[in-house]
């Protein structure tokens, strides 16, 4: 009898420790799945891996564990339990997943490997082909096609997705078939009008047809519907500038960028002159006044003589420090103060307008924020308008050697290294560094004019 009831207590007390384990258990993937759901993903991975040591084959804990490393940028730690999970249970956003964490890890064979999986368990879905187009369409540009035909299955499996057809005009605009993407674009905004990305594709379609009053229009309705995407009135700036440029006075170089016409490294000395002749429409005195004037009426040429003719001026270039940062701790408004100052000596350190729209913005003045904002890109693309800065005799002109850092960065180019270089009687700085995949670039300056001024002062 005692024996029984000893075996008794002892089975209600496993009972009640399996209970208590069972409990701790549930208890810990219930604290990942909250930590998780809130996007605490470093918090959240410990209480999986706990719970993974208990249960070493729940697919669903490996995968959410996978979700938070991919989320952290622990790539391969996703892919390896989005793996184990795959092996416990296949599952069609397991291969999704896969094909995400394997091109976040740069391993684009892989990734379109797990996409293609996708694609065979889930033929209704549209998730893998857009992003099996998108692969193509940034990572092997030359097979322009592969991006359109997925993007083509996109839209013939889920057509009511406006987003798809965006993606099919992306993909026309990538291999430069600009009025297929216009199109396409339009077929969208027909179903769903207020749909940004497509207005922004638009834009950008009318842009390279050379419709600017339209990619104007596109880039407004864009802006109305996704009113803190800023880089949207970058866009529309674009479109005004060349709007406001006469077709002759430039051309779309063969990498789509623009050349104005006339003026670049080797003619410069002939477009001074032209510039400070008696009679010249360029002469500084007008330029200057239309700028405090009328900024957003000015063209690329008119911008980049008023950036030339300041450098002709008997008051020279001001000194490195005249163009400093601003202390953070300065007030707004002083900030502003500060800033009109240095530009009323110096109207074309086109640099400063960018930091005065930022200071608008601050302050909540959108249309003076734009203004500059125009300011600043109608200096710096007027400047890199002036040749493609990769030989002595196609460099940009610079009237200051401080622009050569903000030319480069809106380039995307980092700078490693600088060689002061005469050639043919001018002067260049050449700088080298890397474009934004790591690849060596070696750009040229003219430094003509900032020589003549040094030599000026020195006299």
């Known amino acids: 009898m005692k024996n029984i009831f000893l075996f008794l207590t002892i089975c209600f007390f496993c009972l009640i420790q399996n209970n208590i384990y069972s409990q701790s258990d549930n208890s810990r993937f219930e604290k990942a799945v909250y930590y998780y759901e809130s996007g605490d993903y470093q918090i959240a991975i410990p209480y999986f891996s706990k719970y993974i040591l208990q249960y070493p084959h729940d697919p669903i804990a490996y995968k959410l564990r996978g979700n938070c490393y991919l989320e952290i940028g622990l790539n391969s730690k996703a892919?390896?339990?989005?793996?184990?999970?795959l092996k416990i249970k296949p599952s069609s956003d397991l291969l999704f997943n896969l094909g995400s964490a394997y091109e976040?890890?740069?391993?684009?064979?892989?990734?379109?490997?797990y996409f293609h999986r996708f694609n065979a368990m889930e033929p209704n879905r549209s998730d893998g082909f857009v992003r099996l187009s998108l692969l193509f369409m940034y990572n092997f540009p030359v097979l322009g096609d592969s991006a359109v035909y997925?993007?083509?299955?996109?839209?013939?499996?889920?057509?009511?997705?406006?987003?798809?057809?965006n993606y099919l005009a992306m993909a026309y605009y990538s291999k430069n078939q600009y009025t297929n993407a216009l199109e396409t674009s339009q077929t969208g905004l027909l179903k769903d009008s207020c749909f940004s990305p497509l207005n922004r594709t638009a834009g950008i379609s009318s842009f390279f047809l050379k419709d600017y009053s339209s990619a104007i229009y596109y880039f407004e309705r864009a802006y109305l519907y996704s009113p803190t995407d800023y880089s949207l009135l970058d866009y529309k700036i674009q479109s005004l500038l060349l709007s406001n440029t006469a077709k002759e006075k430039y051309t779309f170089r063969s990498d789509t960028r623009i050349s104005l016409t006339g003026v670049s490294s080797e003619t410069l000395k002939k477009?001074?002159?032209?510039?400070?002749?008696?009679?010249?429409?360029?002469?500084?005195?007008?330029?200057?006044?239309?700028?405090?004037?009328?900024?957003?009426?000015?063209?690329?040429?008119?911008?980049?003589?008023?950036y030339i003719g300041f450098a002709q001026q008997n008051s020279g270039l001001p000194d490195k420090e005249k163009t400093i940062e601003i202390s953070s701790e300065t007030s707004l408004i002083k900030e502003l103060e500060s800033i009109q100052l240095k530009l009323s000596n110096n109207p074309v350190d086109f640099p400063l307008y960018l930091k005065l729209a930022e200071v608008y913005l601050d302050l909540g003045s959108y249309e003076k924020y734009f203004e500059n904002r125009f300011k600043y890109f109608g200096f710096i693309e007027s400047i890199k308008a002036t040749g493609d800065g990769l030989s002595a005799a196609t460099a940009y002109i610079i009237n200051d050697k401080n622009h050569e850092e903000e030319i480069m960065n809106s380039l995307g180019f980092q700078i490693q290294s600088q060689l002061a270089k005469k050639q043919k009687n001018q002067y260049y700085d050449v700088l080298s560094g890397k474009d934004s995949i790591g690849k060596d670039v070696t750009i040229y300056f003219n430094l003509d004019m900032p020589i003549h001024q040094q030599t000026k002062k020195v006299k």
């Open 104 to 113: 976040k890890e740069g391993k684009t064979d892989s990734s379109i490997y």
């Open 150 to 165: 997925y993007a083509q299955k996109a839209v013939s499996v889920e057509p009511e997705k406006v987003a798809n057809l």
């Open 79 to 85: 892919i390896q339990d989005y793996q184990f999970a």
């Open 271 to 306: 477009v001074i002159a032209s510039q400070t002749a008696k009679k010249s429409t360029f002469s500084y005195k007008n330029q200057l006044q239309k700028l405090n004037s009328s900024p957003l009426t000015m063209s690329l040429d008119e911008y980049i003589m008023l």
